[in-house]
């Protein structure tokens, strides 16, 4: 039996969740959803406000979505991952050329990777929420090598054009944080948020 349901489409968030050992079922949204709608950053937004108040509208809604398809009452996690070069928020590219002028403005420079994590009960109506906040920095890249990543597709789907656990690594001089909040799902803060809950992560 599931013991959490989670509300990411993310093939990554769902290997870091198996990782810990935690048995979930997916609640994705339906077709009439507007789920993009929902990332669309407000006028002004800083980082931190930005992907906390995006994860909370994206738990909030899967649980009316649970609520509407009559499942059963299990713990929704939810999940979102921004990138911030300063206080500009650096999201999924639209396309290859915004793909290749986010990652040219990423080389050469240390940025934050912020993931912040919402678990809610639907019994209780408990909301719990974490954020980790990572440094990468990346080594000055030509615009040569960053076209051939770009044309891989790697970028696309990805908030700051980039994903981690690709080629991109070989860029990383240094890393400071959680690799796996990098990734999309910061363990440590997630095993944390489950346990408050009861659920056990063999930890």
């Known amino acids: 039996m599931s013991q959490i349901y989670l509300a990411s489409q993310s093939p990554r968030r769902r290997l870091l969740l198996e ?9 994705l949204p339906g077709p009439h959803e507007d789920s993009e709608a929902l990332e669309a950053v407000l006028p002004g937004e800083l980082p931190d406000h930005y992907v906390r108040r995006v ?4 738990l909030r809604a899967a649980l009316v979505r649970l609520k509407a398809r009559g499942l059963p009452p299990l713990p929704v996690l939810c999940s979102d991952t921004t990138v911030a070069l300063g206080l500009d928020i ?19 420079q240390t940025h934050r ?18 954020v980790s906040v990572s440094e990468v920095s990346v080594a000055a890249v030509s615009e040569a090598a960053l076209l051939r990543y770009v044309q891989s597709g790697e970028p696309m789907g990805k908030a700051g054009a980039y994903a981690i656990q690709s080629r991109f690594a070989a860029w990383v001089s240094h890393m400071a944080g959680s690799y796996s909040g990098i990734m999309g799902l910061p363990l440590y803060e997630t095993g944390q948020l489950l346990g408050e809950l009861g659920i056990d992560c063999g930890l």
């Open 55 to 58: 994860t909370d509208n994206k």
């Open 19 to 27: 990782q810990l050992g935690i048995s979930y079922e997916l609640l």
């Open 90 to 108: 650096l999201g999924k590219p639209d396309d290859a050329a915004h793909a290749l002028a986010l990652l040219k403005r990423l080389a050469g």
């Open 113 to 130: 990777v912020l993931t912040a994590v919402s678990v809610g009960e639907p019994g209780t109506g408990r909301v719990a929420q974490a």
